[in-house]
């Protein structure tokens, strides 16, 4: 039997998502300082961190959403 769908604690699991990826994009910003990457290994560094602020900008979406529906009781 399927699990019921527990969505309680979906705002602070994707508050916690975005603390994440934020500290993971802190990282690979240190990590493009450092002198002996290549051309290539930068540009996929900030390609990934681009990725990364979209994901954000998702979580955030759906952190609002989860937030009506908790207020609307349908949570």
Known sequence: MAKPDNRKNNVER?????????ENI??????????????????AIQEKNQRRHESIESFKAEIADEKSDRENGRI
């Open 14 to 22: 994707l508050q916690k998502m975005v603390e994440n990826t934020k």
């Open 26 to 43: 802190e990282a690979a910003e240190e990590t493009m300082h450092k002198e002996d990457l290549s051309a290539a290994e930068k540009q």
